[in-house]
């Protein structure tokens, strides 16, 4: 499983409030993203990072920030969640030596 | 038009048998992997492709580059093998940046 994490597991959360989702990695690797998955679409990339403080927006990120202050953690920031950011969260980490994605188990938010 | 299209959107088939799922892309790609995603389960890397075919106990994928598809198929078709397999390219002209089908949901039957 590539050491990944994320946390939390579940959330259920109001419309306007703020929601962090954080996921970590004990590998040390570089790139790092953060997708979300809903029913009737494939994974859309959010943000990804290629390195501290270095992050760059992906296809959906309209209403999310993201940070990376350590090398083993990628944050995902919801500054005012709202109803249509309810999905599925995966963080992934891409092996440089592999070149392949490894993916965390998910985080499954809810805004009601 | 999606960049990855993927066919069947969904396959249920008896135990036993062999599977093809098949995946077409539209821009140039560096690599190209299948995943898999069980119900409720997180996503696993089965394969990753730049040419040829690879195979992995069951599983076999191959790529044609030049036609821009690619299939996967399973032999001797198991229910513990329902799941969604999804499809990936890194697109070549955008840094290789990933592009996800929306997956194939299959089901086994005993």
């Known amino acids: 499983d590539a050491g990944i994490t994320q946390s939390p597991r579940h959330k259920v959360t109001e419309t306007g409030t703020p929601v962090t989702l954080r996921c970590h990695q004990t590998?040390?690797?570089?790139?790092m993203y953060w997708y979300r998955q809903d029913p009737g679409h494939g994974l859309r990339l959010i943000h990804y990072?290629?390195?501290?403080?270095?992050?760059d927006k992906g296809e959906v990120s309209d209403g999310y920030s993201v940070s990376r202050s350590k090398t083993e953690d990628f944050l995902l920031t919801l500054e005012s969640a709202t109803s249509s950011q309810t999905s599925v969260y995966f963080c992934a980490i891409k092996a440089a030596s592999y070149n392949e994605q490894f993916f965390g188990p998910g985080t499954r938010l809810t805004v009601l | 038009k999606n960049e990855v299209e993927q066919s069947p959107q969904n396959l249920t088939a008896q135990e036993g048998e062999f599977i093809t799922i098949n995946c077409s892309y539209s821009?140039?790609?560096?690599?190209l992997h299948w995943l898999q995603q069980h119900p409720g389960g997180g996503i696993v890397s089965l394969f990753m492709l730049s040419s040829g075919k690879k195979k992995h106990g069951r599983l076999i994928a191959t790529i044609n580059i030049q036609e821009k598809h690619s299939s996967l198929h399973i032999t001797a078709s198991h229910p513990r093998d329902s799941a969604v397999y999804i499809c990936?390219?890194?697109?070549?002209?955008?840094?290789?940046?990933?592009?996800f089908g929306k997956g194939t949901r299959l089901h086994i039957l005993p």
């Open positions: 821009v140039g790609i560096s690599a």
């Open positions: 590998e040390n690797h570089r790139y």
């Open positions: 990072s290629y390195g501290v403080k270095d992050t």
């Open positions: 990936a390219v890194e697109d070549i002209g955008k840094d290789d940046k990933i592009i």
